[in-house]
């Protein structure tokens, strides 16, 4: 078994470095930090309504050497963050909180449907398939959270979705205990590492720059800093995600957080024949610590979760490379889950960083005075939120009133994480707390969900 080496998506790409280094001092008008999803859509937008300005983009590795190669691949609608206080910034400036959440809802099902258009007209080969996405509820407590949260989604908006009890899951796939499941038409399986490949390649097309294995030291007005020389710059884009702690100045305003992953060898066909899953739908579960998977396009199962889900002093991970214990639970998961796919070897395991914020919201900030904008903390629903904090970062530059602009986490400003040994003791406990009730509420016949989760959600300021 593979592990590391950026993640299985990555390496059977034979993704690496293939682009220059930055040769000395630059000159641009707009310089975007960061090889991802969120840097290359904002490069890519950004080139559409700025034909002829100098855009270069900044990349420490290679493009898509962060959490955009290493992702799930769920194209998802999911709104990251905390709805609640979603609406609660929008009616501290006057807004109604339920209008602003139910532009969250429109806005994340429409960049679904926009980020497939994309990948048609530029002709991406990410394997893309809108198959729809199924949360699986496994036990009483979490039928009956499921059944909560697609009444919310409903009451915000959210088009298509329905219960399926478990007779209609059965038809569709075997999972272990499913009792019930929620379907949303809005999500796209993709390979990820393919789709920052070929976004990068239109990027380049387009003619932005793009320069590899060239790390920004220090960003300042009109200046960014690099180990390979200083670019003078109009505006700058931070679009570093977990990786936004390693520049100066910034070590607390994020936590990266780990999720990790495995897949299997390709499934037999008998073995495919006894799970089903032939819609290819992207897979989750009403847990708290919930596992996330899909089929991928050549017949394996790929399986992601939290692991041990963050480093002591937010160290982040090399390469990809996770730990043995996280590795082991992972495919404990996929054999609970799946026990026609018990004997199926597990060809590779990776993990990487995400971005969560300390009131776990999402935040898309351009400064005007400075010329200096970020987009961050998507927590583990990227995938679709990078293409819109992409294309609103663009409004803003463009200094456009859209209703992009006016969404709620625009201009928003968490409050920084606490120091350590705080930081560190506080995830940590968040996960055993979520783990611990997890596996109350499988052996339990009652549908309330653990009093231990929701303590839990409200210390850490998830809830
Ligand atoms: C294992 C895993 C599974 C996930 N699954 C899903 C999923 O299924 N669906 C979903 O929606 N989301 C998922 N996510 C989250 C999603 O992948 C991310 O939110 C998204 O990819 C973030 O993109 P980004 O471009 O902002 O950051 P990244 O992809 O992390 O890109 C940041 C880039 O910046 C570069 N960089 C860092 N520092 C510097 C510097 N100083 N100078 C220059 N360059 C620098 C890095 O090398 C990196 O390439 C998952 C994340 C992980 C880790």
Known sequence: ??????????????????????????????????????????AYYLRQDFPDARILVIESRFCGFGASGRNGGWLSAEVPGNRARYAAIAEDSGRDG??????????????????????????????????GVLTIAR????QAR????????????????????????????????????????HCARVQPARLVHGLAAAVERSGVRVVEETTATQVEPGQVTTDRGIVTTGQVVLCVEGFTVELPGRRRSLLPMNSAMVVTDPLSDLQWDEIGWDGAELLGESAHAYTYAQRTDDGRIALGERGVPYRFGSRIDRDGRTQRRTIAGLVRAVHEMFPAA??????HAWCGVLGVHRDWNTSIIFDRRTGIGSATGYVGSGLTTTN?????????IAGRDSYLTRLPWVDHRSPRWEPEPVRYLGVAGLYAAYRFADRRELRSQSSRTSAVAGLADR?????
Do not use: K
């Open 459 to 463: 210390i850490s300021g998830r809830a």
């Open 146 to 185: 499921l059944v909560e949260e697609i009444r919310d989604a409903q009451r915000l908006g959210a088009t298509g979705v329905e219960l399926l009890d478990a007779e209609a899951v059965q038809r569709r796939i075997r999972v272990d205990r499913a009792v019930a499941a929620g379907f949303s038409p």
């Open 98 to 131: 339920l209008s602003a959440n139910r532009a969250l809802t429109a806005t994340m099902e429409a960049a679904v449907a926009e980020v497939l258009s994309r990948i048609g007209l530029e002709d991406i080969d990410c394997r893309a398939r809108h198959s």
């Open 388 to 396: 819109v904090a992409a294309r609103t970062m663009v409004d803003l």
């Open 1 to 42: 078994m593979r592990n590391g080496e950026i993640s299985f998506w990555s390496s059977s790409i034979g993704a690496g470095v293939t682009r220059a280094a930055l040769q000395g001092d630059a000159d641009v008008d707009i310089t975007i930090v960061g090889g991802g999803l969120t840097g290359l859509w904002t």
């Open 342 to 347: 018990a004997s199926a070897p597990v060809a």
């Open 139 to 142: 036990c009483p407590a979490q």
